[in-house]
């Protein structure tokens, strides 16, 4: 009789979703742009944003620059665009077809496409006067950073901030995962995850990490009018030297027999705890 331990059903489970992250990590990166010789972490000269909250957004947005678009009829008219060409930058009527052969397999793009600038890239210090960031510890699913993006904008959180590597550049992929909250906040990509935290240290933040053995429950660690919430990626959870740089590590409690969250779930509720505070 074999001694081999099998795998619990909590084990066989963190496994599938560890095959599912590496599959849709994958699938990202083959969906990222180019960025040709311009380097690692730099951004693309222009990149294709579709859907339609994508590009309502977009077009909303002030600080983005649209070269042209690509829209069909059917789409141009949930849209609501009686005059295309009062807009200012060129639009093109074409085939789904002909927007299926610029994006990855399976993108749903809803009948329009976008040409646009990169934004600006933002630096920390511009932050001096937020209440509420995210800092994000190597989350690379932009699917989830997407979500993320939309609790941010709903909470009113005033920046994300995440590393140049291992995790999402600014794209298609992860500005619909976003559904337009992409467009309403500063997405910052550092160098040094573990300076910029210190940087918020030093601009009047407190820093909380968040960790499932977190000495501390939130609640006991949310202090001061400007809240940084740091989130690590599922299953790694944050880097020991983040961990060593933030102001303090806590713990989400949770009374049910799941203990521990999706990410963006997470950072959700975190937020939800921060805002509370700040608003008491």
């Not at 979703?17 to 699938?27: I, L, T, V």
């Not at 600080?63 to 295309?84: C, G, Q």
């Not at 200012?88 to 052969?101: G, R």
């Not at 918020?200 to 968040?210: A, M, P, S, Y």
Request: glycine residues 6%.
């Amino acid at each position: 009789m074999s001694n081999e331990k099998k795998p619990n059903s909590a084990e066989r489970d963190s496994e599938y979703a560890k095959r599912r992250r590496e599959f849709r990590d994958a699938k990202a990166a083959r969906a990222a742009p180019d960025t040709g010789s311009r380097g690692r972490g730099q951004p693309p000269e222009s990149i294709h944003l579709y859907g339609l909250h994508t590009v309502r957004a977009a077009m909303e947005n002030p600080s983005r620059t649209i070269r042209k678009m690509l829209v069909t009829r059917n789409a141009l008219a949930r849209m609501e665009i009686e005059d295309p060409q009062s807009l200012p930058f060129p639009v093109e009527m074409v085939s789904p077809q002909d927007i299926d052969k610029l994006l990855p397999p399976d993108s749903i793009h809803q009948g329009v496409l976008i040409e646009a600038k990169p934004l600006r890239l933002r630096k920390v210090a511009e932050l001096k006067d937020a209440t509420v960031v995210l800092v994000l510890d190597q989350i690379t699913d932009p699917h989830n950073v997407g979500a993320i993006m939309r609790s941010a904008v709903a909470f009113g959180a005033s920046a994300i901030i995440t590393t140049l590597r291992h995790s999402p550049q600014e794209s298609g992929v992860l500005a619909k995962s976003a559904s337009g909250a992409f467009e309403m906040i500063p997405y910052l990509q550092v160098g040094n995850l573990a300076e910029a935290i210190e940087e918020l240290n030093h601009l009047g933040f407190t820093t909380i990490g968040l960790d499932s053995a977190g000495p501390e429950r939130l609640e006991n660690t949310l202090t001061g009018e400007k809240i940084a919430l740091v989130l690590g990626a599922e299953g790694k959870g944050l880097r020991q030297k983040t961990a060593n740089t933030v102001s303090a590590l806590a713990r989400l409690d949770m009374p049910g027999a799941i203990k521990s969250l999706n990410v963006s779930n997470a950072a959700a509720i975190s937020l939800y705890a921060a805002r509370k505070h700040l608003d008491s």
